[in-house]
């Protein structure tokens, strides 16, 4: 089984309309991270928590917003999506040392 | 903020010949530095990472990378490409001994290999 799940893998909605994308990690990390990518301009932050009372915005955080509901789960919304959201959405883990980062397979998001 | 520039946003090269992907990073302190490959339809996967210690860095299938403080680069290298090196790599950094732990990222080089 895979040690950092997302969910859908693939989802297509219309401008306007909430969206939520959920990740799971069985690693046991306390640190968990989102980020888009989007073609020739590679990952960029969108949110980052270090457990569940600690989420900090990155560097693209407008129009998101997250949840860190456990340890091991950190979702990401959108609550108005937009067409310039259309992008490869990833979650990412980290444990204490080294800062090497884990990823989930990704979440294709298209937004019309 | 760390900043890292990957020189070349695609390569190509032939099967058997050799792979090397340009990565230089911006920081006074030498950071963590990571290879990572994406495959087609994909999440990201760690191929090497240097944290101290021996500059020259030995990863999964082939691959390798040096650490150059003078040059401040991490360029990766194979010494022959295998059709099943075609992917997208990319090149991160993390502020040793930051507690954030966050990466930052370049902005990938696209990878080809020609029969």
């Known amino acids: 089984d895979a040690d950092v799940t997302q969910t859908p893998r693939n989802r297509i909605t219309k401008t306007g309309k909430r969206i939520m994308l959920e990740c799971s990690q069985t690693k046991g990390h306390d640190r968990m991270y989102w980020y888009r990518q989007d073609p020739g301009l590679g990952l960029r932050l969108i949110y980052y928590s270090f457990d569940v009372k600690d989420i900090n915005k990155g560097e693209i955080s407008d129009g998101y917003s997250v949840s860190r509901q456990a340890q091991a789960k950190f979702s990401l919304s959108l609550e108005s999506a937009i067409p310039n959201q259309t992008a490869l959405y990833f979650c990412a883990t980290s444990g204490p040392t080294r800062n090497e980062q884990y990823f989930g397979p990704g979440t294709r998001l298209t937004v019309t | 903020a760390q900043s890292v520039t990957q020189l070349g946003s695609h390569v190509s090269v032939s099967e058997g010949a050799l792979v090397l992907l340009r990565c230089n990073y911006s920081?006074?302190?030498?950071?963590?530095l990571f290879w990572y490959v994406q495959y087609p339809n994909q999440g990201l996967q760690l191929l090497l990472k240097?944290?101290?210690?021996?500059?020259l860095v030995k990863g999964i299938n082939g691959f390798e990378a040096e650490f150059k403080k003078s040059e401040t680069s991490f360029h990766l290298t194979k010494p022959s490409a295998h059709m099943s090196d075609a992917a997208e790599y990319f090149c991160?950094?993390?502020?040793?001994?930051?507690?954030?732990?966050?990466?930052?990222f370049g902005r990938g080089t696209q990878l080809t290999v020609w029969p």
């Open positions: 991160a950094v993390s502020e040793r001994g930051s507690t954030l732990g966050r990466l930052y």
């Open positions: 240097y944290t101290s210690a021996a500059t």
């Open positions: 920081s006074s302190v030498p950071p963590y």
